[in-house]
């Protein structure tokens, strides 16, 4: 594969510091919109770009009075109106899923928004005259997180919808930091590729945090090339926790622990069952005083740990040949909606 403009899938993960930095930098694009009123926010967007709307929902779900969902598909819900601010998210612009929801919203006269690095979503933004935030180019996506988390809830904050204030995200920036140090010096990333090896992995968490369990599942599959899979407290313990009774295979559970009150002692009743199934289990304690400084120091240990472990079992992180090969699969099953 060409090298990246960006280095290597690890220096682009050791670019999380400076990608918020950039984000502040750039915090509101100038955008000079009408503040927004809309009955519900709708991110859409695929894969690592989708991750973005799981995100600022989780952190929403705490503090909004009007719910956010996310669409992860190519047809927005019926229900989706002009009452609706819809953003489409893609790193690469190109991502057909996304453009196609992109196209839905503005026909049925939603208020729209969009963030890429290009592509057809910012000739789309520009053809619509919809607000376009624009964020650098060269990494992959899933590397280009904190670029784009930023650039998206600035987008809200300047549409007169705020979900996380700009100070929260400047203190985000000492919790990246540290993320870093503690993989450098504590080599925090080290000890769970270690755990993980030879293993499949199933990432535990409460249901607050799940969307940073399916970021972790996401990058275990694309940069350690693995399956894996996710389960969410409490609703592990009413179906999951029965099948530990009798398992198959070779299992490792990662248990993030937000460390929030009530939440690990929930999870300790995943561990006893864990424990007396024989799963090894590895645990992630997570850093931060909000929530957004959380999610990002959960995603970076995981990015960086899922690299390492990517590289023990000799496969190159960066490449997804299967993403692409899938992606001229819907080109040429939905190609046509998009003509
Ligand atoms: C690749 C990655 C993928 C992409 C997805 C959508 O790094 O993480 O999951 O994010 O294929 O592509 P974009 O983000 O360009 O819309």
Not at 23 to 41: D, Q, T, Y
Not at 241 to 264: F, M, Q, Y
Not at 284 to 308: D, P, Q, R, W
Request: with cysteine; proline share 5%.
């Amino acid at each position: 594969m060409m090298p990246s403009k960006k280095g290597s899938l690890k220096e682009m993960y050791l670019s999380w510091p400076d990608q918020c930095r950039w984000g502040l930098a750039n915090w509101g694009f100038g955008f000079k919109e009408e503040p927004v009123s809309p009955r519900c926010i709708v991110f859409t967007g695929m894969g690592g770009s989708g991750v973005v709307g799981d995100y600022i929902a989780s952190i929403a779900a705490r503090r909004l009075k009007m719910p956010i969902i996310v669409v992860k598909d190519y047809k927005l819900p019926a229900w989706v109106s002009k009452e609706d601010l819809v953003i489409a998210v893609s790193y690469s612009g190109n991502t057909l899923e996304t453009l196609l929801c992109f196209k839905e919203a503005i026909a049925r006269g939603c208020r729209v928004a969009a963030i890429s690095s290009g592509g057809k979503l910012k000739e789309l933004a520009e053809k619509h005259r919809v607000p376009w935030a624009g964020v650098q180019a060269g990494y992959v996506p899933r590397a280009a997180l904190p670029s784009m988390l930023y650039a998206a809830l600035s987008t809200l904050e300047a549409l007169g919808v705020p979900v996380v204030r700009k100070e929260e995200a400047e203190e985000a920036v000492d919790v990246v930091e540290e993320a870093l140090k503690r993989c450098s010096e504590k080599d925090l990333d080290l000890e769970i590729a270690w755990k993980l090896r030879n293993k499949v992995p199933v990432i535990v968490t409460t249901s607050s945090y799940a969307a940073l369990a399916i970021r972790a599942k996401n990058e275990f599959n694309e940069n350690s090339k693995l399956p894996c899979k996710v389960e969410v407290l409490p609703e592990w313990g009413h179906n999951d926790v029965v099948g530990w009774e009798k398992h198959l295979g070779e299992w490792t559970a990662l248990i993030i622990d937000p460390r929030e009150e009530g939440e690990s002692e929930l999870l300790g009743a995943a561990e006893r069952v864990y424990s007396s199934a024989g799963i090894p289990m590895v645990k992630l304690e997570l850093f931060g005083e909000n929530m957004l400084a959380k999610l990002l120091y959960g995603s970076l240990v995981i990015g960086l740990a899922s690299i390492c472990l990517g590289v023990k079992r000799s496969v190159d992180p960066m490449e997804t040949k299967y993403i692409a090969e899938f992606k001229k699969t819907v080109e040429e099953i939905l190609g046509k909606k998009s003509a």
